[in-house]
Antibody
Framework: QVQMVESGGGVVQPGRSLRLSCAASGFALRDYGMHWVRQAPGKGLEWVAVIWYDGSKRYYADSVRGRFTISRDDSKSTLSLQMDSLRVEDTGVYYC?????????WGQGTTVAVSS | EIVMTQSPLSSPVTLGQPASISCRSSQSLVHSDGNTYLSWLHQRPGQPPRLLFYKVSDRFSGVPDRFTGSGAGTDFTLKISRVEVEDVGIYYCMQATQYPSTFGQGTRLEIK
């Protein structure tokens, strides 16, 4: 069945880096634009980044632009989020989400905690 | 950035009664391709969100027909004709017409 599984979360100090991965299965990743969306503890949803199905466009939230990089490897059916210069306010659950316009399938999420 | 404003933020509802959630955008959500990329999502405690509607009123697979999405331009509504226990949780509207994509604050639906 269609599924995405995130990994790579953990506890990290401010200023350090972390790389999240999302393994897609049950569909052809190359056919879909993909997002990262995050949710701080007890808060609402915050869109983070999107990459077009062919990698031709990438957009970022102002809060992460210049620090985070979204990428994809369709040969490995994997979406990634490189997170540099992490801040305390980047703490939360990070979801991998399918489809640029619908957000129709969500992973279970991976938790990132930025703390000294 | 398009700002999405939901109301109410909390909605206590009696089982079997209707519920309605409003979502307003700070500018029109009509895309240059003619589509309106407004989605509704539902999140139960401890779970990821799941899609209910996309392009305003297109019901996603498996969504019960007691749910209805409607609206146009800057005003959108999610309606539940008869609330059931499984409907509790937080409902979000989301726009993907213009990036950055943005979400509403969320509306918490609870049973009275």
């Amino acid at each position: 069945q269609v599924q995405m599984v995130e990994s790579g979360g953990g506890v990290v100090q401010p200023g350090r880096s972390l790389r999240l991965s999302c393994a897609a299965s049950g569909f052809a990743l190359r056919d879909y634009g993909m997002h990262w969306v995050r949710q701080a503890p007890g808060k609402g949803l915050e869109w983070v980044a999107v990459i077009w199905y062919d990698g031709s466009k990438r957009y970022y939230a102002d809060s992460v632009r210049g620090r985070f990089t979204i990428s994809r490897d369709d040969s490995k059916s994997t979406l990634s989020l490189q997170m540099d210069s992490l801040r305390v306010e980047d703490t939360g659950v990070y979801y991998c989400v399918r489809d640029c316009y619908r957000m129709d399938v969500w992973g279970q999420g991976t938790t990132v905690a930025v703390s000294s | 950035e398009i700002v999405m404003t939901q109301s109410p933020l909390s909605s206590p509802v009696t089982l079997g009664q209707p519920a309605s959630i409003s979502c307003r955008s700070s500018q029109s959500l009509v895309h240059s391709d003619g589509n309106t990329y407004l989605s509704w999502l539902h999140q139960r405690p401890g779970q990821p969100p799941r899609l209910l509607f996309y392009k305003v009123s297109d019901r996603f697979s498996g969504v019960p027909d007691r749910f209805t999405g409607s609206g146009a331009g800057t005003d959108f509504t999610l309606k539940i004709s008869r609330v059931e226990v499984e409907d509790v949780g937080i409902y979000y509207c989301m726009q993907a017409t213009q990036y950055p994509s943005t979400f509403g604050q969320g509306t918490r639906l609870e049973i009275k």
